[in-house]
């Protein structure tokens, strides 16, 4: 099974801040890669497939990177409503597996 | 507008089963490969199973084969998931999620809100 590792797993950061998330898997995911975003109580939203594609109506402040085992996902400039959880997931082969998340607080 | 709403949860003991369903709408339900994924409280995402629109390819996490079974009705825009020998460990919050692409488990673009399901005696 691909494990994933995300880094760090928690973040304080400031409005306007650029903040930089890792994810990095066990083994090679070929691009197979989504990013998550999740609120408490809420389900989670996607943000970013095959690493690096924007799903419709996400902000362009997000965008992601990588190739091979390591890829990062990026906020450009934090707004208010970015404060949430991030969860990264391969979908290159099953099992399909989620990294552990990454909390982003308010500094 | 695309919807899923599950339901079916609710509190069970250990041992015992339970069947949640997800009813979809405002899609082409039958074009979709579909998913379950699932969060213990206060615990990160865990994919749960995948079933192909065609309902010819499943596949389940490694914690749930043999005890979970993913099906679906297209006539009834309707995806299920049955869960027998149920234990504390699978006490979660069950998201159905709809996927995108020809990759087994992803990218999903849809989410129901969650069915809460509670293993306790």
């Known amino acids: 099974d691909i494990q994933l590792t995300q880094s760090p797993s928690s973040l304080s950061a400031s409005v306007g801040d650029r903040v930089t998330i890792t994810c990095q898997a066990s083994?090679?995911?070929?691009?197979?890669l989504a990013w998550y975003q999740q609120k408490p109580g809420k389900a989670p939203k996607l943000l970013l497939y095959?690493?690096?594609k924007l799903e419709s109506g996400v902000p362009s402040r997000f965008s992601g990177s990588g190739s091979g085992t390591d890829y990062t996902l990026t906020i450009s400039s934090l707004q208010p409503e970015d404060f949430a959880t991030y969860y990264c997931q391969h979908y290159s082969s099953p099992p399909i597996t989620f990294g552990q998340g990454t909390r982003l607080e308010i500094k | 507008e695309v919807q899923l709403v599950e339901s079916g949860g609710g509190l069970v003991q250990p041992g015992g089963s339970l069947r949640l369903s997800c009813a979809a709408s405002?899609?082409?339900?039958?074009?979709?490969?579909m998913n379950w994924v699932r969060q213990a409280p206060g615990k990160g995402l865990e994919w749960v199973s995948f079933i192909n629109s065609g309902r010819r390819i499943i596949h389940y996490a490694d914690s749930v084969k043999g005890r979970f079974t993913i099906s679906r009705d297209n006539a009834q825009n309707s995806l299920y998931l049955q869960m027998n020998s149920l234990s504390d460990e699978d006490t979660a919050v069950y998201y159905c999620?709809?996927?995108?692409?020809?990759?087994?488990?992803?990218?999903?673009?849809?989410w129901g809100q969650g069915t809460l399901v509670a293993v306790s005696s």
């Open positions: 405002g899609f082409t339900f039958s074009d979709y490969n």
């Open positions: 095959s690493a690096s």
């Open positions: 083994q090679g995911i070929y691009n197979f």
């Open positions: 999620a709809r996927s995108f692409g020809i990759a087994v488990g992803g990218p999903a673009d849809y």
